[in-house]
């Protein structure tokens, strides 16, 4: 072969090489894409989760404020029960101490 054949005959190679390692750009292009699609659906269901996170965290303190004046009020009608047994209690004593007169 002559020099210029053996130069085509190289250059030829060296471009199928390059064609080759642009397919393999482009594949790993792809997949990268397609990685990244992956990544911000992943990180939008993390987001999604952590609002409903958020709300069920508002809705658990609601529910505590409502829980502690539900107490709050058990607490004072417990101590008006106590003040009624207490007024009982003092009634029949006083009307022990009239019936033993």
Do not use: D
Not at 49 to 75: F, K
């Amino acid at each position: 072969l002559t020099l210029v054949q053996r130069y085509v005959t190289l250059v030829q190679r060296y471009l199928i090489l390059v064609q080759r390692y642009l397919t393999l750009v482009q594949r790993y292009q792809t997949q990268v894409q397609r990685y990244l699609t992956l990544v911000q659906r992943y990180l939008t269901l993390v987001q999604r989760y952590l609002t409903l996170v958020q709300r069920y965290l508002t809705l658990v303190q609601r529910y505590q404020t409502l829980v502690q004046r539900y107490l709050t009020l058990v607490q004072r009608y417990l101590t008006l029960v106590q003040r009624y047994l207490t007024l009982v209690q003092r009634y029949l004593t006083l009307v022990q101490r009239y019936l033993t007169l």
